[in-house]
């Protein structure tokens, strides 16, 4: 399980792209990775980001945060 600040950095990421991403909420494991529920709405955010975000942060390009903001919309 990742902490709760690798979950924070990624929306804090997201929030720079688009600030329509909202607020952290709450979050819950799913198969894939886990699922981060923002004042905006459920974003499922996939373990290779997570474990990108902790362990090479630089490693996420602005495609991959392009993609997870498109799966918010």
Do not use: H, W
Request: charged residues 15%.
């Amino acid at each position: 399980m990742y902490s709760s600040y690798v979950i924070y950095e990624l929306l804090i990421r997201l929030q720079a792209l688009d600030p329509a991403v909202g607020e952290y909420v709450s979050f819950k494991k799913i198969n894939a990775g886990i699922s981060v529920q923002t004042t905006t709405g459920p974003l499922e955010i996939p373990n290779t980001l997570l474990d990108l975000q902790f362990n090479n942060p630089a490693g996420i390009t602005d495609t991959d945060l392009a993609e997870l903001l498109s799966s918010l919309r």
